[in-house]
């Protein structure tokens, strides 16, 4: 008696289930950003981000606000520069990722795009 107790609870129990139950999505994993490795690009000018890398292969401007952004096989950089006072727009910011759009350390990406043709 007791087993056919526990079977017909286990069978109702299973009818509670709802049919194709997906699991939960994997986090991705977390990118900390540090400023290790971007000590030649962080407070540059657009100038001296043409000196490192070459010319950009994208420039857009909104306000006093610019972005550069340099491609190559490895990674895309997006450098963003901003005035501060009265002085030329200086590199604040960068993004970093791979062309199908996952994440790549930073520093690794800027390391990858010094040695693209046109930087120097």
Do not use: N
């Amino acid at each position: 008696m007791k087993a056919s107790a526990i079977l017909l609870l286990a069978l109702g129990l299973s009818a509670c289930a709802a049919p194709g139950v997906v699991a939960p999505p994997v986090a991705r994993p977390v990118v900390t950003y540090t400023s290790a490795g971007l000590e030649r690009v962080i407070g540059q000018d657009a100038a001296g981000l043409v000196t490192l890398f070459g010319q950009p292969d994208a420039d857009v401007r909104e306000g006093t606000a610019r972005k550069l952004q340099f491609a190559g096989p490895i990674c895309v950089l997006d450098a963003y520069l901003y005035p501060k006072g009265s002085e030329p727009a200086r590199v604040t910011y960068l993004d970093a990722r791979e062309p199908d759009g996952s994440t790549i350390d930073r520093a690794s990406c800027v390391a990858a795009l010094t040695r693209r043709d046109g930087g120097k």
